[in-house]
């Protein structure tokens, strides 16, 4: 069994930035692919980012490219999206997931996905 702390969540202006922190215990992630997702009010979950257990390799929603990043660190078993350039639009609780995985394989499915943390609230006020 996986669990997955978030943090990092917080109130920024647009045009700031965080860094979000996905903690893994139980269970190292480095044989793991890890994928965040968010969820705004009154909408529904959908992909964010995501990365293959290497870390080697990403993949963002066409929203968020060229603004996130997202990295691994498998010594630190603990993944990090940062969020740069924050829009009003990106408000929204922010959640990590991961399943194991090998190679360059990413996923942007919920679905694909069998473990997931509590969420860390991302505010981004205009």
């Known amino acids: 069994q996986v669990l997955l702390v978030e943090s990092g969540g917080g109130l920024v202006q647009a045009g700031g930035s965080l860094r979000l922190s996905c903690a893994a215990s139980g269970r190292t992630i480095s044989e793991y692919a890890m994928g965040w997702f968010r969820q705004a009010p009154g909408k529904e979950r959908e992909f964010v980012a995501a990365?293959?257990?290497?870390?080697?390799?990403?993949n963002y929603a066409d929203s968020v490219k060229c603004r996130f990043t997202v990295s691994k660190d498998n010594a630190e078993n603990t993944v990090y999206l940062q969020v740069n350039r924050l829009h009003p639009e990106d408000t929204a609780v922010y959640y990590c997931?991961?399943?194991?995985?090998?190679?360059?394989?990413?996923?942007?499915?919920?679905?694909?996905?069998?473990?997931w943390g509590q969420g860390t609230q991302v505010t981004v006020s205009s």
């Open positions: 997931a991961t399943r194991k995985a090998y190679g360059g394989s990413w996923f942007r499915s919920q679905n694909q996905y069998n473990h």
């Open positions: 990365i293959s257990w290497t870390g080697a390799d990403t």
